[in-house]
């Protein structure tokens, strides 16, 4: 159990790690001015957005948006903390930080996931609305999102090595 505990959090590092420079370069392209990325980015998100439908990025809902706020504002910060603790391991004083983390990207991420398979999207800005196949695509671009988070909580809640331990009173 404990090397299996071990390697989530292997994998719980390395989606902290990857996720910083993934929210800096890709993620925070939908409100920050474009005048802070170079050009080369800038095609690089195009040439997303073109081939996966991702309408969110291109033109992006005022509720998505405020999901982007939070990523930046608040998860951005928190992920360097996060790396440290899981490339360390059995961090106990991580677990209260990664529930609350873990919580608020599954809630955010589900409706994107739902809006994705589910949205009534427009023609806008040269995309097409996307079939079902690059529907599921799209979801499935976005479902780490959601999976890595419900592992860390899951892990938070039952792993023995994040348990905090009982103080028993004394006579």
């Given at each position: ?30 409100v920050l001015p474009p005048q802070l990325y170079p050009q ?9 957005v073109v081939n996966f439908k991702d309408h969110m990025m ?23 903390v996060a790396a440290y603790a899981f490339f360390k391991g ?82």
């Amino acid at each position: 159990m404990a090397s299996f505990t071990r390697l989530l959090e292997w994998i719980f590092f390395l989606y902290f790690f990857t996720h910083i420079p993934i929210t800096l370069l890709v993620d925070l392209q939908a409100v920050l001015p474009p005048q802070l990325y170079p050009q080369e980015l800038l095609d690089l998100m195009k040439w997303y957005v073109v081939n996966f439908k991702d309408h969110m990025m291109m033109n992006p809902p005022a509720w998505f948006l405020s999901f982007c706020y939070c990523e930046g504002l608040f998860q951005l910060p928190f992920f360097p903390v996060a790396a440290y603790a899981f490339f360390k391991g059995g961090c106990r004083w991580i677990r209260i930080p990664a529930i609350v983390y873990s919580t608020h990207v599954a809630t955010t991420v589900i409706p994107i996931i739902a809006h994705v398979l589910f949205a009534d999207f427009e023609r806008s800005n040269g995309v097409d609305p996307p079939n079902q196949k690059e529907r599921l695509t799209l979801a499935s671009i976005y479902a780490p999102y959601l999976v890595v988070p419900l592992l860390i909580l899951l892990t938070m809640l039952f792993s023995p090595r994040y348990k905090q331990e009982e103080k028993r009173k004394r006579r």
